[in-house]
């Protein structure tokens, strides 16, 4: 810490130019642009070109903040603004989530059992429309979207995904005691096996989708069933990934010797959102998959 | 490569006496709020041109019954369109760009908390309205189905679809982010002594909307996502032959949109809550019950979406708890009249332009929250569903309510921003015909409701005509006085009268201790508050 006297701790740091967001927004736009065009019929070129912009300048961004992390330029209340912004930006992501839960809900409480005829709203959708329609879950609806299929049990691979993930979540809090005793070795060990577990457990989701579309007929178009089933599950799978990726970054830190016992908010920052992606986990084993 | 970093933030340490840079990149780099700021502002304004064309667009064509300018799918494009852009181009990032100006100089802070995100933020919002706008010459044109996107018949947009759905996830992201650092700022930099109950109105009732955008806007790219989904994936969400529903679309949607509405004006109550006080030169009555009130409101806000479709077949317990919820809103709004009204009470007032518009805000805004309580009674709105009088409502809690405290903001706080008076005999022009003419253009359509005109259809019977002509004259005399706020404004930044660093007599607050125009970096040490 040679730059320690040169720590502004009596002032609050504000960044002088950055061209990093302006490139975000470019790439963004690109990306979208890319992706707009591509739903639309066309090729695959502009998506590409706006994701690696994208990603360039994520590394640039970030490596930008890392440098001057490193080099003490951060005091304890720009500290806390990162502490602020993390907690927001997850609570942003569990209503991202909750948008999807929700649709969940709404179709397992209401709108399968009134297809099915329960209450009045039954008379005409039920009654006009498909008398034959009993309603039950899992479903793809009256009109059998998708075809026939079979729902993915609980207890084969989503337990064991539980299990893997719960653990994660015990190996990355060793991992933190690892870095405030000092011991880093320890945090080293325990951050790798931290990141071992999300692989694991991705495997692990990506052999239950080979098998939900080889042998059960359970696609993204299966109906209500299939809908929730993939888009929760597949978020949740995109948020490991990014969580995974996101510990890769804080292991190889851990080992270049970034971080010190008070100062590691990347290394915190990194585990909150790890525990996220468990919270939500659980919620999907039980709402998804058992019950 | 010690010497190197110790120059290099030598450097920096120094940029910090410095003004700002010079040129184009001044605005494309910058980090500074008061930059920053001026930027959401100034788009905020082009944005409200741009709605506003598309709004006289609607009116020129429902002047007369039958069709005479555009035809029926260009005008329901314009519908859509003058929605969007007014609701997420104008109105939002004006709120936005007055808390980057505002909220570190009203709680002692040197800037934004976040200060690279918070350019990310606004520099999101053009490319993201190119994305928009730019399909308006898609083949098929833009997307004409509503701005609350409801499937199944938004699933019909041709080329257009992909293209609104990811700019509505480009607007969401830089709303987040924009929340997220104004949360940030708030609890983060205050000044030693600008303890919770000690921060002025404006920035309560901001730290409030920050917290409803982040807990909804998520909520909205959900909804949009699924019909995303729908339409290019395969998935059955809003489709009833898969098990699901197209109305729980409308439930998820206006789960959003209803704490979306408040996020619109909420920050209008604060700023109302800062003028008055100054031209009645009085403290605010009740600011405790003020901040009570607002954070009931956001609490309210989250249980009652339900009744922006009550007519679309839910169980009547569904009808009841929706109806009672929304009519406990009048309680806190209530609150807040009363206070507004309370402080002007035996106060010392003068008519400067702000306090014109908060005046007409506080009158006008109760118009559409009585509006709204009609609205709020089941068997009631059976009968105004979809009909102008909706539109009527809508529109006096928005033009006179959100925007009147916006332009009153502007009048207020551009003397301390640019250093110079704007021209008050033009700023009363320019309230006196907005006023008169915002009322001539939205008060006959509660009529034109109430007798049965449906909303967002080109053409019309021939009873309801002679209102529609009314309100398309007062449509042409508001949107043509908007020119002389642009005007006022730009000849307020390029010159006047110098201005004091307190501006107005009675005002009261942090920002009116520093110089007008502040510097470039203002609060660099923190001030200290008793």
């Given at each position: 810490?040679?730059?320690?006297?040169?720590?502004?701790?009596?002032?609050?740091?504000?960044?002088?130019?950055?061209?990093?967001?302006?490139?975000?927004?470019?790439?963004?736009?690109?990306?979208?642009?890319?992706?707009?065009?591509?739903?639309?019929?066309?090729?695959?070129?502009?998506?590409?070109?706006?994701?690696?912009?994208?990603?360039?300048?994520?590394?640039?961004?970030?490596?930008?903040v890392?440098?001057?992390?490193?080099?003490?330029?951060y005091?304890?209340?720009?500290?806390?603004?990162?502490r602020?912004?993390?907690?927001?930006?997850?609570?942003?992501?569990?209503?991202?989530?909750?948008?999807?839960?929700?649709?969940?809900?709404?179709?397992?409480?209401?709108?399968?059992p009134?297809?099915?005829?329960?209450?009045?709203?039954?008379?005409?959708?039920?009654?006009?429309?498909w008398?034959?329609?009993?309603?039950?879950?899992?479903?793809?609806?009256?009109?059998?979207?998708?075809?026939?299929?079979?729902?993915?049990?609980?207890?084969?691979?989503?337990?064991?995904?539980?299990?893997?993930?719960?653990?994660?979540?015990?190996?990355?809090?060793l991992?933190?005691?690892?870095?405030?005793?000092?011991?880093?070795p320890?945090?080293?060990?325990?951050?790798?096996?931290?990141?071992?577990?999300?692989?694991l457990?991705?495997?692990?989701?990506?052999?239950?989708?080979?098998?939900?579309?080889?042998?059960?007929?359970?696609?993204?178009g299966?109906?209500?069933?299939?809908?929730?089933?993939?888009?929760?599950?597949?978020?949740?799978?995109?948020?490991?990934?990014?969580?995974?990726?996101?510990?890769?970054?804080?292991?190889?830190?851990?080992?270049?010797?970034?971080?010190?016992?008070?100062?590691?908010?990347?290394?915190e920052?990194?585990?909150?959102?790890?525990?996220?992606?468990?919270?939500?986990?659980?919620?999907?084993?039980?709402?998804?998959?058992?019950? | 490569?010690?010497?190197?970093?110790?120059?290099?933030?030598?450097?920096?340490?120094h940029?910090?006496?410095?003004?700002?840079?010079?040129?184009?990149?001044?605005?494309?780099?910058?980090?500074n709020?008061?930059?920053?700021?001026?930027?959401?502002?100034?788009?905020?304004?082009?944005?409200?041109?741009?709605?506003g064309?598309?709004?006289?667009?609607?009116?020129?064509?429902?002047?007369?019954?039958?069709?005479?300018?555009?035809?029926?799918?260009?005008?329901?494009?314009?519908?859509?369109?003058h929605?969007?852009v007014?609701?997420?181009?104008?109105?939002?990032?004006?709120?936005?760009?007055?808390?980057?100006?505002?909220?570190?100089?009203?709680?002692?802070?040197?800037?934004?908390?976040?200060?690279?995100?918070?350019?990310?933020?606004?520099?999101?919002?053009?490319?993201?309205?190119?994305?928009?706008?730019?399909?308006?010459?898609?083949?098929?044109?833009?997307?004409?189905?509503?701005?609350?996107?409801?499937?199944?018949?938004?699933?019909?947009?041709?080329?257009?679809?992909?293209?609104?759905?990811?700019?509505?996830?480009?607007?969401?992201?830089?709303?987040?982010m924009?929340?997220?650092?104004?949360?940030a700022?708030?609890?983060?930099?205050?000044?030693?002594?600008?303890?919770?109950?000690?921060?002025?109105?404006?920035?309560?009732?901001?730290?409030?909307?920050?917290?409803?955008?982040?807990?909804?806007?998520?909520?909205?790219?959900?909804?949009?996502?699924m019909?995303?989904?729908?339409?290019?994936?395969g998935?059955?969400?809003?489709?009833?032959?898969?098990?699901?529903?197209?109305?729980?679309?409308?439930?998820?949607?206006?789960?959003?949109?209803?704490?979306?509405?408040?996020?619109?004006?909420l920050?209008?109550?604060?700023?109302?809550?800062?003028?008055?006080?100054?031209?009645?030169?009085?403290?605010?009555?009740?600011?405790?019950?003020?901040?009570?009130?607002?954070?009931?409101?956001?609490?309210?806000?989250?249980?009652?979406?339900?009744?922006?479709?009550?007519?679309?077949?839910?169980?009547?317990?569904?009808?009841?708890?929706?109806?009672?919820?929304?009519?406990?809103?009048?309680?806190?709004?209530?609150?807040?009249?009363?206070?507004?009204?309370?402080?002007?009470?035996?106060?010392?007032?003068?008519?400067?332009?702000?306090?014109?518009?908060?005046?007409?805000?506080?009158?006008?805004?109760?118009?559409?929250?009585?509006?709204?309580?009609?609205?709020?009674?089941?068997?009631?709105?059976?009968?105004?569903?979809?009909?102008?009088?909706?539109?009527?409502?809508?529109?006096?809690?928005?033009v006179?309510?959100?925007?009147?405290?916006?332009?009153?903001?502007?009048?207020?706080?551009?003397?301390k921003?640019t250093?110079?008076m704007?021209?008050?005999?033009?700023?009363?022009?320019?309230?006196?015909?907005s006023?008169?003419?915002?009322?001539?253009?939205?008060?006959?359509?509660?009529?034109?409701?109430?007798?049965?005109?449906?909303?967002?259809?080109?053409?019309?019977?021939?009873?309801?005509?002679?209102?529609n002509?009314?309100?398309?004259?007062?449509?042409?005399?508001?949107?043509?006085?908007?020119?002389?706020?642009?005007?006022n404004?730009?000849?307020?930044?390029?010159?006047?009268?110098?201005?004091?660093?307190?501006?107005?007599?009675?005002?009261?607050?942090?920002?009116?201790?520093?110089?007008?125009?502040?510097?470039?970096h203002?609060?660099?040490?923190?001030?200290?508050?008793?």
């Amino acid at each position: 810490m040679t730059h320690a006297e040169h720590a502004p701790t009596d002032h609050y740091y504000v960044p002088h130019h950055s061209h990093w967001p302006i490139v975000a927004s470019i790439s963004l736009f690109i990306l979208m642009y890319g992706g707009a065009t591509l739903l639309n019929g066309g090729s695959k070129g502009i998506l590409l070109l706006g994701l690696t912009l994208l990603l360039i300048t994520i590394f640039g961004w970030f490596g930008t903040v890392i440098r001057e992390g490193e080099k003490g330029m951060y005091s304890d209340q720009v500290d806390r603004s990162f502490r602020w912004g993390m907690i927001w930006f997850i609570f942003s992501e569990v209503m991202f989530f909750a948008a999807f839960f929700g649709a969940l809900f709404y179709a397992r409480s209401y709108s399968v059992p009134w297809l099915g005829g329960e209450s009045d709203h039954g008379l005409v959708t039920h009654g006009m429309l498909w008398p034959k329609y009993e309603a039950d879950w899992p479903t793809n609806g009256p009109a059998d979207i998708g075809g026939f299929f079979a729902p993915m049990h609980a207890w084969g691979l989503p337990a064991l995904n539980t299990l893997i993930l719960l653990s994660s979540g015990v190996t990355i809090t060793l991992a933190h005691w690892g870095l405030i005793e000092g011991n880093r070795p320890k945090l080293i060990k325990w951050l790798a096996a931290t990141v071992a577990l999300g692989i694991l457990f991705l495997f692990l989701q990506a052999t239950e989708y080979h098998e939900a579309y080889k042998h059960l007929n359970l696609t993204l178009g299966s109906g209500i069933y299939g809908s929730t089933f993939f888009m929760l599950t597949g978020f949740h799978g995109l948020h490991v990934t990014i969580g995974a990726i996101i510990l890769t970054v804080i292991l190889f830190r851990s080992m270049a010797g970034h971080f010190t016992l008070e100062r590691h908010f990347a290394f915190e920052a990194a585990a909150w959102y790890w525990h996220f992606v468990d919270v939500v986990w659980l919620g999907l084993f039980i709402f998804v998959y058992w019950m | 490569m010690s010497t190197a970093s110790h120059a290099h933030d030598h450097a920096e340490d120094h940029g910090h006496d410095h003004g700002p840079p010079r040129g184009l990149t001044r605005w494309i780099y910058t980090t500074n709020h008061k930059d920053i700021g001026t930027l959401y502002l100034l788009f905020s304004l082009l944005m409200f041109f741009v709605g506003g064309s598309m709004a006289l667009v609607i009116r020129a064509e429902l002047f007369q019954p039958g069709l005479q300018i555009v035809n029926p799918d260009f005008f329901n494009q314009m519908t859509t369109m003058h929605a969007l852009v007014m609701i997420f181009g104008a109105v939002m990032p004006a709120f936005v760009g007055l808390a980057n100006w505002l909220v570190p100089m009203m709680i002692g802070a040197p800037d934004m908390a976040l200060p690279r995100m918070n350019n990310w933020s606004f520099w999101i919002m053009p490319f993201a309205f190119t994305l928009l706008l730019s399909t308006l010459f898609l083949p098929g044109g833009g997307p004409a189905g509503g701005w609350t996107l409801y499937p199944p018949l938004v699933l019909q947009t041709g080329d257009a679809f992909p293209f609104v759905i990811l700019a509505v996830h480009m607007m969401g992201a830089s709303s987040i982010m924009g929340a997220i650092n104004i949360i940030a700022t708030i609890l983060n930099l205050r000044a030693p002594g600008m303890t919770l109950m000690k921060m002025p109105m404006f920035v309560w009732t901001w730290l409030i909307t920050a917290y409803l955008l982040i807990a909804v806007m998520p909520v909205l790219a959900g909804s949009v996502t699924m019909l995303l989904t729908d339409k290019f994936f395969g998935t059955s969400f809003f489709n009833a032959g898969g098990g699901g529903d197209p109305v729980m679309f409308q439930h998820i949607f206006w789960f959003f949109g209803h704490p979306e509405v408040y996020i619109m004006i909420l920050p209008a109550f604060g700023i109302i809550s800062m003028i008055i006080p100054t031209f009645a030169r009085k403290p605010l009555f009740g600011y405790a019950s003020m901040v009570y009130a607002t954070a009931s409101i956001a609490f309210l806000s989250f249980i009652v979406w339900a009744h922006h479709m009550f007519t679309v077949g839910m169980p009547l317990a569904g009808e009841l708890f929706f109806m009672y919820a929304t009519m406990l809103i009048a309680v806190p709004t209530g609150v807040k009249v009363f206070n507004w009204i309370s402080t002007m009470w035996r106060g010392a007032m003068t008519f400067e332009t702000p306090m014109l518009f908060a005046i007409a805000f506080v009158v006008l805004f109760t118009i559409g929250g009585f509006s709204g309580l009609m609205l709020a009674m089941a068997p009631a709105d059976f009968q105004y569903q979809d009909t102008y009088f909706v539109v009527a409502h809508f529109h006096y809690v928005l033009v006179p309510g959100a925007v009147f405290s916006i332009m009153a903001a502007a009048y207020y706080w551009l003397p301390k921003w640019t250093g110079h008076m704007y021209d008050e005999k033009l700023g009363q022009w320019h309230f006196w015909l907005s006023t008169i003419g915002v009322n001539v253009l939205f008060f006959p359509q509660h009529f034109l409701g109430l007798a049965g005109m449906p909303r967002r259809i080109p053409d019309y019977a021939l009873q309801f005509t002679e209102f529609n002509m009314m309100s398309t004259v007062g449509a042409f005399m508001f949107g043509f006085s908007q020119l002389l706020f642009a005007y006022n404004v730009i000849k307020t930044i390029r010159g006047g009268a110098k201005a004091t660093d307190k501006v107005w007599e009675g005002a009261d607050g942090l920002e009116w201790t520093l110089s007008s125009p502040p510097a470039y970096h203002t609060f660099t040490t923190a001030p200290e508050i008793r």
